[in-house]
């Protein structure tokens, strides 16, 4: 599976974004999928999950009810819809394929990575 990542770009503070990942190759909508990011200086950190069903979903404390994941499976598309955007959201965002074992959070359990696409917020 092929993971590519699309939607960043430069956005004000308060303002939104909805960061899009596609995959190429079959079983899509077997996998998990996940969302995580590394800003400047420092390490990768989760920032949100889907179940393979959609059904469940998984953040990161510090998303606070403004980042919402969601998948279509007929469009293999993954979303992360951003809203009320901080400077401390600057980072770039990889979106993961994950097959099930392990934890959601832990990013070396992922099978499948994206290229990542870089969301900058100025203040």
């Known amino acids: 599976v092929q993971l590519q990542a699309s939607g960043g770009g430069l956005v004000q503070a308060g303002g939104s974004l909805r960061l899009s990942c596609t995959a190429h190759?079959?079983?899509?909508?077997?996998?998990?999928m996940g969302w995580f990011r590394r800003a400047p200086g420092k390490e990768r950190e989760f920032v949100a999950a889907?179940?393979?069903?959609?059904?469940?979903?998984y953040y990161a404390d510090f998303v606070e009810g403004r980042f919402a994941i969601s998948r279509d499976d007929a469009k293999n598309t993954v979303y992360l819809q951003m809203n009320s955007l901080t400077p401390e959201d600057t980072a770039v965002y990889y979106c993961a394929g994950h097959s099930g074992r392990g934890s959601y959070e832990i990013d070396r359990t992922y099978d499948y990575w994206g290229q990542g696409t870089l969301v900058t917020v100025s203040s």
């Open positions: 190759g079959r079983k899509f909508g077997m996998y998990a």
């Open positions: 889907i179940n393979w069903s959609g059904g469940s979903t």
